[in-house]
C-alpha cells in the first residue's frame, strides 16, 4: 500500500470512528468530573486497583471518571477473547481510546531479530498477524515492537540489516489495516544487552524501512536514562514518532518524583501540534488510595501549562 492510499484509509477510519458515537471527541465522565487534560495520558491497568477493584472493567470506568481520555495495555493479546470484548466496548463506552499493546515474544536475553534466522523471523511475522486480529477487537492503532538482544556474533551493520528486513515483512502485513508498530528503545541499565537503545537509531531504521506503519514509541524515562537532550532528540526524529510514554528518572514512577521537568516536556509536546496518546508505563510512588491520588494529582499539576 501505497502512502497516500494508507493516509486515506486511516482518515476513513477515523472518521467512522467518530461518527459512531463521539467516541474520542468527548467523554462525559471527564465533563462531570470537570477535568479536561490538555494531552491524551493513558493509564494501564493496576494503576487504580485501590480505588477501582480489581476488576478490568471497573478500572477503566475509574479512569474516565478522573478525566483520563486513553488507555494502554501491555499484555491486551493474552487476555481472553472475550474479556478483550468487553473492555472495547466498555472503552467505547467511556471514551477511552486505546493505546499500545506488545505485539510479540520479546527476547530479552537471546538474539532474534538481529540474528536473521528464518525461523526466528517467521515466528515474529506471526506475532504480528496474530496482532492485527487483537488490534481489530479493541480498536488499536499501534502496537509495541523490541527487536530483542543484539547478537554477539555478528557486527552491528549486519544486525540492523536483519531487524529492518524483518521490519519491512511486518509492515507489509499490517499497512493494508492502517495499523502502526512503534519501535522502543529500551535503556541499557534495565535492559542491558538490547539491540535498540535511542531514538537517534530508531530513526535511522524507521527511514531505511520506509513504511508509515513503522514509527518510534519514545518513551521518555528509557530516554532519560539512555541520553537525556529528551526535546532536542524529539525534534530531530519528530516526523518518525507516533507515540510516548511516560515515566520519571529515578525510580520510573508519576512525573513530578524525578528529574524530568515533565510541565515543560508535555507543553512542547502540545505546541508542536501532537494529537496522539502518552502512556503511563511506571509505577505509582506511594501505596494505596492515597497513592492514585497523588499520581492524579501529579498528571493535572504537569498538565498545567
Not at 50 to 58: E, F, I, K, M
Not at 79 to 91: E, F, G, I, N, S
Not at 124 to 145: N, Y
Request: proline share 3%; aromatic share 8%.
Amino acid at each position: 500500500m501505497n502512502r497516500r492510499d494508507f493516509i486515506t484509509t486511516t482518515l476513513v477510519s477515523g472518521l467512522a470512528a467518530m461518527a459512531t458515537g463521539s467516541v474520542f471527541s468527548k467523554n462525559a465522565k471527564s465533563a462531570e468530573a470537570g477535568r479536561a487534560f490538555k494531552l491524551k495520558y493513558a493509564p494501564h491497568l493496576g494503576m487504580f486497583k485501590n480505588h477501582a477493584g480489581d476488576d478490568p472493567l471497573a478500572q477503566l470506568r475509574f479512569m474516565a471518571d478522573q478525566g483520563f481520555t486513553a488507555f494502554e495495555d501491555n499484555g491486551m493479546s493474552d487476555r481472553d477473547v472475550a474479556l478483550q470484548a468487553k473492555m472495547a466496548k466498555t472503552m467505547q463506552d467511556m471514551g477511552l481510546q486505546m493505546g499500545v499493546f506488545v505485539a510479540h515474544k520479546i527476547y530479552w536475553s537471546e538474539a532474534n531479530l538481529t540474528s536473521g534466522k528464518q525461523d526466528l523471523r517467521d515466528e515474529f511475522l506471526s506475532g504480528i498477524r496474530q496482532s492485527v486480529e487483537v488490534a481489530k477487537r479493541v480498536h488499536a492503532t499501534w502496537m509495541t515492537v523490541v527487536p530483542g538482544h543484539v547478537d554477539l556474533r555478528l557486527e552491528m551493520d549486519f544486525q540492523t540489516a536483519n531487524v529492518v528486513e524483518a521490519l519491512k515483512r511486518a509492515c507489509d502485513i499490517l499497512e493494508p489495516h492502517g495499523l502502526v508498530m512503534v519501535l522502543e528503545p529500551l535503556n541499557f541499565r534495565d535492559h542491558p544487552g538490547l539491540f535498540l537503545k535511542k531514538i537517534s537509531q530508531a530513526y535511522q531504521i524507521c527511514k531505511a524501512v520506509g513504511s508509515p506503519s513503522c514509527k518510534i514509541l519514545d518513551d521518555l524515562y528509557h530516554q532519560q536514562v539512555s541520553e537525556g537532550n529528551l526535546i532536542p532528540n524529539m525534534d530531530a526524529a519528530w516526523d518518525e514518532i507516533a507515540y510516548f510514554q511516560i515515566g520519571d528518572n529515578p525510580g520510573r514512577k508519576e512525573p513530578t518524583t524525578g528529574e524530568i521537568n515533565y510541565r515543560n516536556v508535555f507543553k512542547h509536546i502540545h505546541d508542536k501540534g501532537y494529537t496522539g496518546l502518552l502512556g503511563m508505563e511506571h509505577g505509582n510512588s506511594k501505596q494505596g488510595k492515597e497513592g492514585e491520588q497523588a499520581l492524579i494529582n501529579a498528571y493535572i499539576e504537569v498538565d498545567s501549562f
